[in-house]
């Protein structure tokens, strides 16, 4: 079945100091990958998705991504954080079908919490 | 331009009575999506409806729950029923379907809490 690991469920780091989320998925084809941040009460918002080509993704925030087959994994990094950068932080895979079908099935991890230290 | 809009953004019920959640998706789009998160959870998928359609039901609990989408007005999530286990934030996303993107444009939630 597929699924996805977000091994870290929180961490914290200082502000203007480097950051890295750990996404590792479990899926029997091509995945198509996504990161969504979620501000504390608010929905969730996309930072950036990974269908094919270019393995390295940028998206917004100054935050990119790294899709790497062979470690089935897709971590999110940002150079530099921001105290406005603490929230919670879901990786999601496509699930079967995604692609073309219009579906929304996607499936999420449980997410990692940042805090950011002043 | 409005994003998706879900209300009400938070309710209370007692066990027993029926929960009945909104969601209006983005303008342009006809594809929603019910997503549930659970406390410490991530988002599991629900169901998956186009207009008076419902297309993929696969994350539905077998009993209580269901979903429209009515040809015209929102999609409505209905619990009946409700148990202190259904207590979670349910949130809405859109997308249009055409050209698809993969992009999901989520909702606020409804956060739905059983006394």
């Known amino acids: 079945a597929q699924s996805v690991t977000q091994p870290d469920i929180h961490i914290t780091v200082s502000e203007g100091a480097s950051l890295e989320l750990r996404c590792n998925y479990s899926?029997?084809?091509?995945?198509?990958l996504f990161w969504y941040v979620q501000s504390p009460g608010q929905g969730l918002q996309l930072l950036l998705k990974y269908f094919s080509g270019d393995t390295l993704v940028q998206g917004i925030k100054g935050f990119e991504a790294e899709f790497k087959r062979s470690q089935s994994s897709f971590n999110l990094r940002k150079p530099s954080v921001h105290w406005s950068d603490a929230a919670e932080y879901f990786c999601?895979?496509?699930?079967?079908?995604?692609?073309?079908?219009?579906?929304?099935?996607?499936?999420f991890g449980k997410g990692t919490k940042l805090s950011v230290k002043p | 331009n409005a994003g998706v809009m879900q209300n009400p953004r938070h309710l209370v019920r007692r066990r027993g009575q029926e929960a009945r959640l909104r969601c209006s998706p983005m303008?342009?789009?006809?594809?929603v999506y019910w997503y549930r998160q659970l406390p410490e959870e991530g988002l599991k998928f629900m169901v998956y409806?186009?207009?008076?359609?419902?297309?993929?039901e696969s994350g539905m609990p077998k009993e209580r729950f269901s979903a429209e989408f009515p040809k015209e007005g929102p999609s409505i999530l209905r619990i009946q029923q409700v148990v202190r286990g259904d207590s979670a934030a349910y949130f809405c996303?859109?997308?249009?379907?055409?050209?698809?993107?993969?992009?999901?444009?989520f909702g606020e939630g409804s956060r739905l809490t059983v006394l």
């Open positions: 996303a859109s997308s249009s379907g055409q050209g698809n993107t993969g992009e999901l444009f």
């Open positions: 899926y029997g084809a091509t995945p198509y």
């Open positions: 409806l186009q207009k008076e359609n419902i297309i993929d």
């Open positions: 303008k342009g789009h006809s594809h």
């Open positions: 999601a895979v496509g699930a079967p079908g995604w692609y073309g079908g219009s579906q929304g099935n996607l499936i």
